[in-house]
């Protein structure tokens, strides 16, 4: 990884757009999967005026579930990948969803509730493809939380793998992320042929960060620290801000 350079250029027609959600276009909350958060007018006009101007090449790329985004959006279903690219919905509509031993998640979703129980601060939430634990209202207890979900691996298998966040460390189903979405989307109308643009501020956005540079587009790092993008911005208004420049033709 390297530090990402200065601010990037301003968006333009022909390119492609991919977007993380929290910490990206929309501030982080205490709550899992964002609690009562939607996209608020302003933001929505923004994201209009971009998938207007490119004849629909923008999708959200996010860890919350398809359901969730569809709720943030109040029922405007744009292509979007869920769950870190387990389940994916394309241009048309069409969903597909990564196959995997439900068994599995269940016990360690189950083991999560148990452990978590007894310490105030942690909170797990089952997604339906994977499951995350939570530590953003106790950040002593991050240690602790990475620990347990390491804990399960061996018993999941390596049909599974633990994904670390910014307060958060998950379980998911192996061979999907936001980088494999990224690519599947590139393969598909309207986003094939376009330069590919990835907009993301946390570690699971690294995948699509170098998915991005190997296709020769546009990785745009939100906030500090080390990254594989090319680009930063600074915060979520700085992201707004660039989107305002949104005037392509």
Partial sequence: MTR????????????????????????????????????????RGQIGTLRDKTGGAVALISGRTLADIDR?????????????????????????????PLERLEWAHARLIDAAAGHAGLLVEHKG?????????????????????????PRLGAQFSIQPGKRIVEVKPAGKDKGAAVVEFMAELPFRGRTPVFV??????????????????????????????????????????????????
Avoid: C, M
């Fill in 200 to 249: 993301g501020d946390d570690l699971t956005d690294e995948f699509a960060f170098r998915a991005v540079n190997r296709l020769r587009g546009y990785s745009i790092k939100v906030g500090a620290g080390r990254t594989a993008a090319r680009w930063r911005l600074r915060d979520v208004r700085a992201v707004r801000q660039w989107l305002d420049k949104a005037r392509v033709s």
């Fill in 72 to 100: 943030l959006l109040d029922g405007d279903h744009l292509p979007a990948a869920g769950q870190h690219g387990t389940e994916r919905r394309d241009a048309r509509g069409q969903i597909t969803r990564h196959a995997f």
């Fill in 129 to 153: 493809l994977s499951l995350a634990l939570h530590y953003r209202r106790a950040p002593r207890l991050g240690g602790y939380a990475h620990r347990l979900v390491r804990s399960l691996a």
């Fill in 4 to 43: 990402a350079g200065g601010g990037p250029p301003a968006p333009r027609a022909e390119w492609a757009y991919f977007f993380d959600l929290d910490g990206t276009l929309l501030d982080f909350t205490d709550a899992p999967g964002g609690g009562t958060a939607r996209l608020d007018d302003e933001l």
